[in-house]
């Protein structure tokens, strides 16, 4: 099997952390020889937070996440490319990345990193799911910061800055966008997933 990488894309509350984790451990039982590296970008931000406390930056984006705002993309690219650093293993190394890139900055960036790693085929899960869905499923998650507002908020911006990023990794022949319908039960997301990866 040759080294995978596999990007989420999907409004918040689609199930990408899920699904990128049942991934990872359907990729580490399919090729037992290879690592898997998992980026989260939300689960990065909330540990580079917890990380720094009082933290001059930490207390901006904190105060940016309150009020549902996306992250200006210094951040989450510094984020995964210290993942990159730290955790990328070689050739025998798969990727899965879930929560970038957000914007077509960050995709073009992270498209610059995959050249220099020499990473040729990725293939991006599009978990599909209503707006309505979305905020109803955050809703019951309780985080403080999933207010009606600011999911809502949240999810406006994704419509403006994220979708757009489905175009550009139409415009590259790196890329095979994969869409999943994400109104299905975690089982079956998971099992269309392996299906289009053609994973056993």
Known sequence: MNARTIIFIGSQGSGKGTQADLLKAALE???PNFAV????????????????????????VEESLNKGNLQPS????YLWTKDF???????????????????????DTLDEA?????????????LVL?????????????????TEVSIRR????????TKPILDYFK????????????DQTVEAIHAEIKQKLALP
């Open 29 to 31: 039982k399919s090729s």
């Open 37 to 60: 590296m998992k980026h989260d970008t939300g689960a990065s931000f909330r540990a580079f937070c917890k990380e720094h406390p009082g933290n001059y930056t930490v207390k901006m």
């Open 74 to 77: 210094f951040l989450p690219i």
């Open 85 to 107: 650093i730290d955790h990328l293993r070689g050739e025998k190394t798969h990727v899965v990345i879930d929560g970038s890139p957000r914007t077509t900055l960050q995709a």
């Open 114 to 126: 995959l050249t220099f790693y020499g990473r040729e085929n990725v293939s991006v899960i599009y």
């Open 130 to 146: 209503s707006p309505d869905l979305s905020v109803k499923r955050l809703l019951l998650r309780g985080r403080a910061d999933d």
């Open 154 to 161: 949240r999810l406006a911006l994704y419509e403006k800055q």
């Open 171 to 182: 415009s590259h022949p790196r890329y095979d966008i994969l869409e999943i319908n994400g």
